[in-house]
């Protein structure tokens, strides 16, 4: 970024951009000690993820709703020489919290690999310049630094998400990198070796499809932190408002919450599909095949916040989150169909204060 405007009018800032007063608050008092080429020390890199206020009455907001020990963990594991593992079930801030530790220990986040199943080994290691190989043959100059190459050799964090994505035999193009701190390139009998502070943050789940298991070797070179779902129902209410009302400010939506009471009733309800029980533990529920993660629950209330604001009256109610609720819920047409009727009959229609919500829906089974 360059400016402020500049900061103002993307549809979705870097860690480091959108909070870059926090950051410099932060820097400003931290006299802590810092590993090699950090930006701040693991006290406030932390401070910054979880929120506090700092001594001159700079408030520091929380972009992290979750256990603090793993957090600390998860910083002192990055200060030493073993790469860092983020596993979780999706929806459970994975990329999040990697997007702003990187922020915060490297003062920037973009240096990232996004593991796909096409993920190519070069994406991990560095590629070439055709253009330039085909005319003076194999040089420093027609070799192309990928983001894992950039992070070695500036001495920085490089994350790789969904690193599960990847095919097995390119993961393995990080043992060498992660165990010895250098990145071999045998086309010019060369090799690049990482400068201090380079390190991997790395994301994961075992729960979604098109998952490749680590192989062992690679996964003894990493600290692993799984991060798990919220606790509480209360905690996972402010998690999906804090970030619904970040997301409605940044699109300019002009819309109520209602104080809170569709995000509770939503996350209700994934809470109580996703564990097969009822809050009360009084009715046994079949769970469906979505995973209903919190970041399904956010995605279902910013459509809502989007319908009040543009069809409705502003203010986001039963029949605003209806429709994108049921398309979270029934991934399976037939299975999962199945499933949320019951729901919706035996518990939903039960609860009095739940009315406007089962009207909705059962209007848009009539719909279809």
Not at 9 to 31: I, K, P, Q
Not at 63 to 88: C, F, H
Not at 167 to 184: A, Y
Not at 332 to 342: F, G, K, L, T
Request: glycine share 6%; charged share 25%; hydrophobic share 45%.
């Amino acid at each position: 970024m360059t400016d402020a405007q500049d900061t103002a009018t993307v549809l979705r800032a870097h860690a480091e951009d959108a909070y870059a007063e926090e950051l410099e608050a932060l820097a400003a008092v931290d006299d802590r000690p810092r590993p090699p080429s950090w930006k701040l020390s693991p006290w406030a890199v932390t401070t910054y993820v979880l929120g506090g206020t700092l001594p001159d009455g700079t408030s520091i907001s929380p972009k992290y709703l979750g256990s603090a020990r793993l957090v600390e963990i998860a910083v002192a594991s990055l200060a030493t020489d073993r790469a860092l593992l983020l596993l979780g079930v999706p929806g459970t801030a994975k990329t999040w919290l990697s997007e702003h530790l990187a922020a915060a220990v490297s003062g920037s986040s973009t240096l990232v690999v996004q593991g796909t199943a096409g993920t190519p080994e070069e994406a991990l290691r560095y590629g070439w310049n055709y253009a330039r190989l085909l005319a003076d043959g194999p040089s420093r100059a027609a070799l192309v630094a990928g983001p894992v190459m950039r992070a070695m050799e500036e001495g920085s964090l490089v994350r790789v998400e969904e690193l599960t994505r990847i095919p097995s035999d390119v993961q393995d193009s990080l043992i060498t990198i992660l165990s010895e701190k250098t990145l071999p390139i045998p086309e010019l009998n060369a090799e690049i070796q990482a400068r201090k502070g380079f390190n991997v943050i790395a994301t994961a789940n075992n729960r979604d499809k098109g998952v490749n298991d680590l192989s062992s070797a690679l996964r003894r070179r990493f600290n692993t932190v799984v991060l798990p779902l919220p606790d509480s129902l209360d905690q996972e209410v402010e998690i999906v408002a804090t970030r619904v009302r970040s997301l409605g400010a940044a699109l300019e939506l002009p819309a109520d919450l209602a104080a809170l009471s569709e995000i509770r009733r939503v996350v209700t309800v994934m809470r109580e599909l996703r564990a097969g029980v009822t809050e009360d533990r009084r009715s046994t529920l079949k769970s469906p095949s979505a995973t209903l993660s919190t970041a399904e629950a956010i995605s279902v209330m910013m459509n809502g916040l989007s319908l009040a604001a543009h069809f409705g009256d502003g203010t986001v109610r039963a029949h605003d989150v209806a429709a994108s609720l049921v398309g979270a819920v029934v991934k399976d047409p037939v299975q999962d169909r199945v499933i949320w009727q019951e729901y919706l009959e035996t518990v939903v229609r039960n609860r009095p204060e739940w009315k406007d919500l089962y009207r909705a829906c059962r209007d848009l089974e009539v719909l279809n």
